[in-house]
């Protein structure tokens, strides 16, 4: 079954960090592009970062650039997400998605429209 599964979210106090991870089945995340998307209540999902298969480059929103790390583990077949200096407006469900219908460049990665295959999610919650 084609799937993706987050997980590793938590609570977690303002300045504190955790590492978050997307694991593919029968999808092979080392030749994918893979992005990190977040979804407050109340608020549009938004990008948080991704890897592009076409350019094999990171690339991150402008709300968590300087404090975020997208990597990836091809023999764990896993994508991390690292998040350190959270903040309060950090807190959302973090979603990790995918697609294997083309290859997306550069900052495209960063679309939600581009992406097919969605994880169900995992809860950060950041408060003291």
């Known amino acids: 079954q084609v799937q993706l599964v987050e997980s590793g979210g938590g609570l977690v106090q303002p300045g504190g960090s955790l590492r978050l991870s997307c694991v593919g089945s029968?999808?092979?995340?080392?030749?994918?592009?893979v992005a990190w998307f977040r979804q407050a209540p109340g608020k549009e999902r938004e990008a948080v970062s991704c890897i592009s298969d076409g350019d094999g480059f990171a690339h991150y929103s402008d709300s968590v650039v300087g404090r975020s790390t997208i990597s990836r583990d091809t023999a764990q077949n896993t994508v991390f997400l690292d998040l350190e200096a959270l903040k309060p407006e950090d807190t959302a469900v973090y979603y990790c998605?995918?697609?294997?219908?083309?290859?997306?460049?550069?900052?495209?990665?960063?679309?939600?429209?581009?992406?097919?295959?969605w994880g169900q999610g995992t809860q950060v919650t950041v408060s003291s």
């Open positions: 998605a995918t697609q294997r219908s083309t290859s997306i460049y550069g900052s495209l990665c960063l679309e939600k429209e581009r992406y097919s295959i």
């Open positions: 029968e999808l092979n995340l080392g030749y994918l592009s």
